[in-house]
Nanobody
Framework: QVQLVESGGGTVQAGDSLRLSCAAS????????MGWFRQAPGKGREFVAG????????QYAESVKGRFTISRDNAKNTVYLQMTSLKPEDTAVYYC????????????WGQGTQVTVSS
């Protein structure tokens, strides 16, 4: 069992940066593929970024490529999402997710953290 707790959300202005953190419990975290998803008001949940267990493979949604960076520290059981050049359309609840095999249909989810970008 893995529990995920996000932090770092808040309200910022367009062009600002923000870093989200996701702390994981459980000894198996270091072997999990991890990712970030988001859900904007009135929209479905969408994939934002993913990272494999060794940090050798990362994936990004086209809408955030070049602006967001996913990373992880297995020693701290934490995965991060560095967000730069934020836009109002990045406003959403951001969820951390993890799975033993892939990030397409993650088994474990955090409770979410709100990110609001004002213009």
């Amino acid at each position: 069992q893995v529990q995920l707790v996000e932090s770092g959300g808040g309200t910022v202005q367009a062009g600002d940066s923000l870093r989200l953190s996701c702390a994981a419990s459980g000894r198996t975290f270091s072997s999990y593929t991890m990712g970030w998803f988001r859900q904007a008001p009135g929209k479905g949940r969408e994939f934002v970024a993913g990272i494999d267990w060794s940090s050798s493979v990362t994936q990004y949604a086209e809408s955030v490529k070049g602006r967001f960076t996913i990373s992880r520290d297995n020693a701290k059981n934490t995965v991060y999402l560095q967000m730069t050049s934020l836009k109002p359309e990045d406003t959403a609840v951001y969820y951390c997710a993890g799975d033993p095999y892939n990030i397409v249909t993650p088994k474990y989810w955090g409770q979410g953290t709100q990110v609001t970008v004002s213009s």
